[in-house]
């Protein structure tokens, strides 16, 4: 059975710095991309990030293009995303997906991590 | 950037009834359009991808149609467990995008 868990989410004042761990389980890690979608209270699903199965592509939403950097641990079958310069704007329920390789859909998706960026 | 739009918004209906969710995308995705159910407090789901292929475990009443820029979400039958908030998601470009979302909730 695939798992998805988030951590790392929490309370943190604009223009802060948070990293939010994905560890994943229940199938070959290395062999999948792994993406951040993102929901603001009460809102819909925004994509944040993805990066490729190799970990040599990534890529990232115009709203967090610089501030933000997805990577992957394939020893410890983690992503993670490091988020700076945090605003309010970013406050949200972060979730990690895996993304399937042939038609590209979210097919297993955590429960989320919670960030609130407030002061 | 592909943008994604959704109609309605929102939508009531009863048990039974027949539902139509579309989804319009800014340009030609082909058939890269998937399909997403999200209950209150619940992560997303994946009901549909690649715009009629049905994930494993998903009722047959779910189907998609549609190629290019315009997909249809139909519910055949409504049942209690399928008011939720419909998303779709266009993988066609390695940045991806969802549509606004569709409400649906009991009439």
């Known amino acids: 059975e695939v798992q998805l868990v988030e951590s790392g989410g929490g309370l943190i004042q604009p223009g802060g710095s948070l990293r939010l761990s994905c560890a994943a389980s229940?199938?070959?890690?290395?062999?999948?991309?792994m993406t951040w979608v993102r929901q603001a209270p009460g809102k819909g699903l925004k994509w944040v990030s993805t990066?490729?199965?190799?970990?040599?592509?990534?890529y990232y939403a115009d709203s967090v293009k610089g501030r933000f950097t997805i990577s992957r641990d394939s020893s410890k079958n983690t992503v993670y995303l490091q988020m700076h310069s945090l605003r309010a704007e970013d406050t949200a329920l972060y979730y990690c997906?895996?993304?399937?390789?042939?038609?590209?859909?979210?097919?297993?998706w955590g429960q989320g991590t919670l960030v609130t960026v407030s002061s | 950037d592909i943008q994604m739009t959704q109609s309605p918004s929102s939508l009531s209906a009863s048990v039974g009834d027949r539902v139509t969710i579309t989804c319009r995308a800014s340009q030609s995705i082909s058939n890269s359009l998937n399909w997403y159910q999200q209950n209150t407090g619940k992560a997303p789901k994946l009901l549909i991808y690649?715009?009629?292929s049905l994930q494993s475990g998903v009722p047959s009443r779910f189907s998609g149609s549609g190629s290019g820029t315009d997909f249809t979400l139909t519910i055949s039958s409504l049942q209690p467990e399928d008011f939720a908030t419909y998303y779709c998601?266009?993988?066609?470009?390695?940045?991806?995008?969802f549509g606004p979302g569709t409400k649906l909730d009991i009439q």
């Open positions: 990066i490729s199965a190799t970990g040599y592509s990534t």
């Open positions: 229940g199938f070959n890690f290395r062999s999948y991309a």
């Open positions: 998601q266009q993988s066609y470009s390695d940045l991806l995008s």
């Open positions: 690649a715009t009629s």
């Open positions: 997906a895996k993304k399937t390789g042939v038609a590209g859909d979210l097919d297993s």
